[in-house]
């Protein structure tokens, strides 16, 4: 096992140097430039260290534990950004090893260590995140290692080891929640898990950390605010809501459209008419509005944005106009369209995440020539074995535990329904980069999936020869 822990450590540090170090030669840097993400994340921390005081607070400052060390090493804010790129890399083999444990536990087999590690490693939507300064690596290792921990705690480890693995694990569920609070409602079956699993002692050491840290948010925020503040003050950038993006992005979530502003060029976002009208779907008008409506709010959008020679106050009263038109837009379809609203909507963004992860392999494969194209292709064919996998396994999974009282394959398929599901169903977001949080419980399911179709088969064969 220490053997294939240091061989991923290895292969990683290899990819690393593979994929940077060119990048390095022409730049000086290990992170592949930064991203509007970045910044946000990057910019309150700087302001902490400068002035004492973590601003702009919009973000939770998850960041800081992979930032703030090598800043205080004394390196600059550009070989901290490489540092971290490279703690990324290495860290990513670190959780790829515990994911393949992680396994091993689960199925008891030493063939799937390997596999569910070398998967892990070599998975492309987890490798592209890597190079860039953002919280998606971070959390997805960070989520993997607590994932492996807390099924350790439970099957293998001694009574007196238990309450320090408990606390680690609280560390880093703790962590994986300040990068991305979306993990917050895992706390919650993390604690059930050990609850069902009679680790009473190892429950309270779990959530120790998490109590005490988000305390400790909880506290800043209301001696900052005066007011009782969870989590952030806003859940959008506070550009948004100094232009018509946050009324827009509402409206979108309306009938489910892509949200992923800054990289689709909308309808909203040029001048360009559409007159077949197909940029949206038909079922969604109302009887507050129409495309020739959607079409004429366009013509305001464009102006308030491009004309030089309107006031401060007209602008600020066309964007007036602009956010009280897109809501109203967005009410009519939660009114008059229910099952648009409650059930398309949320399917359609959930259906965007997945397209738009496999859309970025087959638009490569497009535009790709020679052997790097069919790699691509390849790419594009496994993701949807890869996804479809996951999401039989998931299901193969809920039933086994349901039927064997087999509380560790109940939890897995409860987390991974969570995590596969949660940005598109709850949130209505439809960016592909909200999957890689759920990357490693499908893994774990779309394993499940070949192990139960390999066993059947086998089974099957067995007895056709045995008769």
């Keep these: 096992k220490w053997l294939l822990f240091w061989g991923v450590i290895v292969i990683k540090i290899i990819d690393l140097v593979w994929r940077g170090f060119p990048h390095f030669q022409k730049t000086g840097q290990w992170y592949l430039g930064g991203m509007t993400d970045t910044e946000s994340y990057i910019a309150p921390l700087e302001n902490f260290l400068e002035k004492g005081n973590y601003t702009p607070d919009y973000r939770l400052p998850g960041m800081a534990v992979a930032y703030l060390p090598f800043r205080l090493l004394g390196l600059s804010q550009k070989d901290a950004l490489s540092a971290v790129v490279i703690f990324q890399v290495i860290y990513s083999g670190v959780a790829a090893y515990f994911l393949g444990y992680l396994l091993f536990l689960l199925f008891n087999r030493f063939s799937l260590f390997v596999l569910g590690s070398m998967f892990y490693l070599l998975n492309p939507i987890l490798r592209k995140w890597e190079m860039y300064v953002l919280t998606e690596t971070l959390c997805v290792n960070t989520l993997s290692i607590a994932l492996f921990l807390i099924v350790f705690i439970c099957h293998k480890s001694s009574v007196y080891k238990q309450v320090y693995l408990a606390f680690l694990c609280g560390l880093l569920i703790t962590w994986a929640f300040f990068l991305r609070p979306v993990v917050l409602p895992l706390v919650f079956l993390f604690t059930v898990y050990l609850y069902v699993q009679r680790r009473y002692k190892c429950i309270v050491f779990l959530l120790l950390p998490y109590f005490f840290f988000h305390g400790l948010w909880i506290v800043r925020n209301y001696s900052k605010y005066r007011r009782f503040i969870p989590l952030t003050k806003t859940i959008y950038y506070p550009q948004y809501h100094r232009t018509y993006y946050a009324a827009l992005f509402r409206f979108l979530q309306a009938y489910g459209d892509f949200t992923n502003l800054w990289k689709v060029t909308h309808f909203f976002s040029s001048a360009e008419k559409d007159t077949t009208g197909s940029t949206f779907p038909s079922y969604i008008y109302t009887s507050v509005f129409n495309y020739d409506s959607l079409v004429a709010l366009r013509s305001i959008v464009y102006r308030w944005e491009k004309d030089s020679t309107l006031t401060p106050q007209?602008?600020?009263?066309?964007?007036?106009?602009?956010?009280?038109?897109?809501?109203?837009?967005?009410?009519?379809?939660k009114k008059e369209k229910p099952f648009v609203y409650y059930f398309i909507a949320p399917l359609r963004s959930l259906f965007f995440i997945y397209y738009t992860e496999w859309k970025t392999f087959?638009?490569?494969?497009?535009?790709?020539e020679g052997f790097p194209k069919w790699i691509y292709l390849g790419y594009a064919i496994i993701f949807v074995l890869f996804i479809s996998s996951a999401f039989i396994g998931v299901v193969l999974m809920f039933v086994s535990g349901l039927r064997n009282r087999n509380f560790t394959y109940l939890f897995i398929a409860l987390t991974a329904i969570y995590l596969l599901s949660v940005y598109g169903l709850v949130f209505r977001l439809s960016e592909h980069r909200y999957l890689v949080t759920a990357v490693p419980l499908a893994i774990i399911t779309a394993f499940y999936c070949w192990v139960f179709l390999y066993v059947k088969i086998r089974s099957f064969y067995t007895t056709i020869g045995s008769g």
């Design 362 to 368: 087959y638009e490569a494969f497009v535009k790709s």
């Design 314 to 333: 007209q602008k600020k009263q066309l964007l007036s106009y602009i956010k009280r038109k897109f809501n109203l837009y967005a009410n009519s379809i």
